[in-house]
């Protein structure tokens, strides 16, 4: 996983050592297992947030977590047009490129430690795919996607896009040394990322080293999640075992622990970590494949409006179909398209 990473952690701003003695600790509240599946047309992905509480991840509304993979040649895949409103997708690419382009006229290439940052707002359309280059030559590819829920009256904001590169992240060390810290959005310890976000969030991608243990500060108005990319550990201060693949949900408090084991496997080296939270925007949310809104009204409002070419037109260089016959919005009801 290299993404974004430094030869001497040491030379970086450091996060305080918490009080223990005035902050409390967030104990666990689940962990559970993302199942697996596919996206797309055939990419592999783990459905970081299947079986959890959506009120204990307001205001995130889905996560997946895209690889990891190792392509053989001609076997990368991606996505087909497709429509989304009501919310902003986060994309963050550890390994391999990601191509996107949308119907507003942003579009760009992520690699490993960049991030592309979508608000469909009122109504967009875009494609994401691994290039031709990585399509031709195959090789690795993992990264994740978050889905960003919008409060009632930023709904229907105007589009916008940020490609955030990722020598724009704020590098930090831990108190000790032990762990990398990459802030793409949000602030930990007073060092804020690059991500302008609508809705108030935290975004960090740690890497611990094996034994290294991390305590961070933690709004208190805020939800706290760690998903594990990679190795193995426990999570909160009762050290609870947590591995690969699996999502805790923290309970209230002030801080957030999680430590790496001193042993871990062997295509993992160390304890690699999104930690994420945000301000619970507690609205009613209405959820079907590509469009989250509030009532079913407004839902079925997004169809009629995407089935009418109103949320955008694909760009002249994509030619082809009309956008509402070659685009497939997913009617399966997953929550993804």
Known sequence: MPAVT????????????????VLRPRPVASVTTAPRGFEGEGFPVRRAFAGVDLQALD????????????????????????PHRGFETVTYM??????HSDSNG????????????????GGILHIETPPESLVASGGLFHGFQLWVNLPRPLKMSPPRYQDIRGNRVALLS???????????????????????????ITLVHATLSPGASLTLPWRQ???????????????????????????????????ITIAA????????PNLDVLLLGGQPIREPVVAYGPFVMNTRAELVKAFEDYQSG????????HAGPAPHSSVRADTTGDGRA
């Open 94 to 99: 550890i390994d391999g490129e990601m191509a």
């Open 221 to 255: 108005d805020f939800n706290a999640l760690a998903y594990l990319l990679g190795g193995k550990g426990t999570i909160g201060d009762k050290g609870r075992p947590i591995e690969s693949g699996q999502l805790a949900v923290f309970g209230e408090g002030d801080t």
């Open 310 to 317: 109103r949320l955008g037109t694909i760009p002249a260089e």
């Open 106 to 121: 942003g579009g760009g290439l992520i690699t490993n430690g960049d991030t592309q940052w979508m608000t469909a707002g």
């Open 6 to 21: 430094v030869e001497n952690v040491l030379t970086l701003p450091r996060v305080p050592q918490t009080d223990a003695a």
């Open 174 to 200: 831990s108190a000790d040394g032990g762990a990398l810290l990459r802030v793409i959005a949000g602030e930990v310890g007073g060092h804020a990322g690059p991500g302008s976000t609508h809705t108030p």
């Open 59 to 82: 205001p995130f509304i889905h996560m997946d977590q895209m690889g990891e993979v190792d392509y053989g040649p001609g076997e990368p895949r991606g996505t087909s047009w497709h």
């Open 261 to 268: 084991d001193t042993q871990q496997e062997g295509h993992s």
